[in-house]
């Protein structure tokens, strides 16, 4: 009889702790029941500020990627401080797009105050972006709480990758955060779309010997070998403004515009992924939506962590 009710006691504590999830999971109906419209409201926002401006959906995507390479997708990188990730190399005059977030966050405040996280509405705001410029949507995951402060400086600057990194250097970065070397090649794609500045490509255009020498003279019109370090070009200088799969055209013609692009096609393990998106370019778009999902999956704040930032700018 003890012993009976002693093997119920365990079988029970058992079945209990089997149904408990180590870590609270993500999920696309999140918001269903408490704010319904929250996806619609954020898709309008977006898609209002890419019609101002094209190269917005290009700067609210890479705001995502290093909001979630950084301390996981927390909003973090949103949080307005002065010393911290912000000012990281790879961020510092150089991410943008906070206002568009912060304003559609404050379209679903108004709606439903208090419910929907910052780090959500990036992470919608990356997919509505992508799809405003011609990419193929992907469900998002949605459950993400946001950060009580942001990540160091040095933190940020040893997770994000550099535009001067070798492939082996991409592949373990990414490796890091759970995404292996196809999945980096996909993400990389986004560079099919936004600018970068002549401080993140001058080395290459002016150094390197595995880059189309017309190319490298049309960039250095515009990015002298001293000064003009703003100065921006196309990451895509066929269609800048579209998401399509010219990224990976550009590669096999020598005209990748940073280092960490043209390394992806430099007679590597990579050349084949290349390859491969650019004679199938509806894989590129379906790997890219993939990995996004992985990548907004890095490391959440979920349940009884963190909180539902008011705006996206300050943790209250
Ligand atoms: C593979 C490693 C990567 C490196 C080394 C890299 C590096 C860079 C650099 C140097 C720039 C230009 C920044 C500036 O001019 O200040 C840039 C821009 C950009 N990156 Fe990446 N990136 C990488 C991966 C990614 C990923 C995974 C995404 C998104 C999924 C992404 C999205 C973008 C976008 C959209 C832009 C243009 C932003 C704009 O126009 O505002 N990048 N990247
Ligand atoms: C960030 O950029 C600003 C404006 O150019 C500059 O004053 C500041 O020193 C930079 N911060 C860091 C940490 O590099
Ligand atoms: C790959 O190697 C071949 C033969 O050495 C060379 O001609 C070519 O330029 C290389 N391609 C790239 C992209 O480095």
């Known amino acids: 009889m003890i012993s009976s009710n002693y093997y119920y006691v365990v079988t029970l504590v058992i079945v209990l702790i089997s149904n408990v999830p180590c870590e609270a999971q993500l999920s696309s109906t999140f918001y269903d029941s408490t704010c ?3 996806l619609s409201t954020i ?4 898609r209002q500020a890419v019609l101002r401006e094209r190269r917005m959906a290009a700067s609210l995507v890479r705001l995502h990627f290093h909001d979630c390479f950084v301390q996981g997708c927390d909003g973090s990188i949103l949080l307005d401080d002065t010393t911290g990730e912000r000012v990281a190399l790879q961020n510092n005059n150089s991410v943008r797009g906070f206002e568009v977030v912060e304003a559609a966050k404050q379209a679903v405040e108004a709606i439903c105050p208090g419910v929907v996280s910052c780090a959500d509405v990036l992470a919608v705001a990356a997919r509505d972006a992508t799809v405003a410029v011609g990419g193929q ?3 998002v995951k949605l459950g993400r709480r946001d950060s009580t402060t942001a ?6 600057e040893s997770d994000l990758p550099r535009g001067s990194d070798s492939l082996q250097t991409l592949i373990s970065n990414f490796a890091n955060k759970n995404l292996n070397e196809r999945e980096m090649v996909a993400l990389s794609g986004s560079h099919t779309i936004g600018q970068a500045r002549c401080v993140t ?5 002016y150094g390197n010997t595995n880059i189309n020498p017309g190319f490298a003279i ?5 990015c002298p070998q001293t000064g003009g370090d703003n100065n921006l070009a196309p990451l895509d200088l066929v269609t800048p403004n579209s998401f399509d799969n010219n990224y990976f055209r550009n590669l096999v013609e020598l005209k990748g515009l940073l280092a960490s692009d043209q390394v ?3 007679n590597g393990s990579s050349d084949s992924i290349v390859q491969g998106y650019i004679n199938n370019p509806r894989s590129f778009q379906s790997d890219f939506g993939a990995a996004m999902i992985k990548m907004g ?4 704040l979920t349940g009884g962590n963190g909180i539902i930032r008011r705006t996206c700018g300050s943790a209250n």
């Open 36 to 38: 319904p419209n929250a």
């Open 218 to 222: 049309m960039r250095q019109r515009q």
């Open 151 to 156: 990540a160091t400086r040095a933190q940020a």
């Open 297 to 300: 999956d890095i490391e959440p």
């Open 43 to 46: 898709r309008t926002s977006i």
């Open 264 to 266: 992806l096609f430099s």
């Open 137 to 139: 949507s992907w469900t």
């Open 201 to 205: 490509f001058r080395a290459r255009i």
